[in-house]
């Protein structure tokens, strides 16, 4: 999983799997932070607030 | 009395109307539950799994959801990525049938493993050779995906859309979902093509065994492709299924049209791999074993020649044809037969790879041994299905999934919301919301 595992080797298995898991799981968790943040911007600014009145 | 979560412009049955509709599937929901309790309290014991059987029902289920789920990641890439806009009117459909059946095989998973609470050691203490762990990563991510994309139609809810930080979130990701649909589409690449390489290397088994291409059997490519192909055939199949019961056209003809003609294609040339494939596999590499053809398909009571006809000629070249052919997707019921018999084609692919895999005798003193699943395995193989049912008629009720459906349902204009309970007469049967709904911030 990690390299600071015990069982973890320094081999182009390793670095294939692990490292295709962490890229995937690295632009899922990048693109929901910049969703947040700027959705939290954006309610800061006012946007989407008319939707309030429907 | 939930009026005010369905969405506007639409109109649906009263509650207890689709409660009592709902009655049957909850039965059957927790008749699976109970099943899935007793194998996880008293353990792998209550299956009829064995020695032979290490690989049974719950992983052709597992097979045939997750390609069948292959509609989400096929549609995605086609609207999202090549441009096919017309789908966005049905690309809703597809990730929530992507999302029930890659959440389904993950719960079937959970089952099988019979220690759920050492799920995580795959993770932990991957084994970095070997194709399952590829598929578990890349099945855990996807579903991630599904759940990103299936996420903004949760939060397009009626009631959900007026807050501002919820409305600014769903458009933020529908902004960027092309992101999140090309990472989609690889995982996707990768686990329905493990999930043939697993069978494609196991040399040991004839039935299975195939050369290929570097590291990857032809088997792996040939799983990818049919999941393709057959996923949106499965998501059509549903959307007809659903159009039925709830008596309204959801889906123009033209996008449907435009999505059978491209699965037919993908269909029709798949099934012309998968025929070489058989043909090379039959007069080469089973053969090179000390095979013959006829020795996988007699003597037993079950596995005959007709299950390699079942699922090459009726459940492939029929619907390709059907598919590929205007006339034959333009006609409603044979669109509706191509795809039923699509569907058909790829899930006996997935039992034969899974289980004529392991029914096989491949030693000179081995018979064949047949297995029956236990009732166990059976009501915890349907509890997906009734999952599935709920969370489509959840969703079908109160999220936007159909963006044609108000177009193609008009329901009279009135001064506001109007419940079946607060104005009985003309809408007496259906819940009605007819005020004008705000246009989705990306379909």
Known sequence: MFPFNFEWIWDMSHVVFMGGLWFALTILGLGMTYCVIKAVIDTAKGKGAHHEEH | MDTALIPEGVKRDPLWKFVLKLGPVVAVLIWGVVAMLLCWIKGLNQTNMNDYYGFA????ADLAVIALGGGAFFTGLLKYIIGKEELKNIINFAVLVGFICYSSALLILAIDIGQPLRGWFIFWHANVHSMLTEVAFCLSCYFGVLTIEYLPLILENRQLDRVPFIHNLSHNMHEIMAVFAATGAFLSFFHQGSLGGVAGVLFGRPFAFREGLFIWPWTFFLFTWSAAACGPCFTIMLLKITEKITGKKLVKDDVVRLLAKIAGWMLFTYIIAKIIDTWYWAAVTAPSK??????????????????????????????????????????????????????IGVSVNRWAMVLQVMAVPVMSFDQWALYYPSWQEVATTLLPVAYGIILIALSHRYLPVWPQERELNPVEATAGPVSAEAAPGAESEEETSAEPEPAPAQA
């Open chain 2, 57 to 60: 029902l719950w992983i052709w």
């Open chain 2, 290 to 343: 000390g095979f013959g053809l006829m020795e996988f398909y007699s003597n037993n009571g079950f596995y005959g020649i007709w299950i390699l006809i079942l699922e090459v000629v009726v459940g492939g070249v029929i619907p390709a044809l059907i598919l590929i052919t205007a006339k034959g997707r333009s006609n409603p019921k044979t669109l509706t037969l191509a795809v039923v018999l699509a569907v």
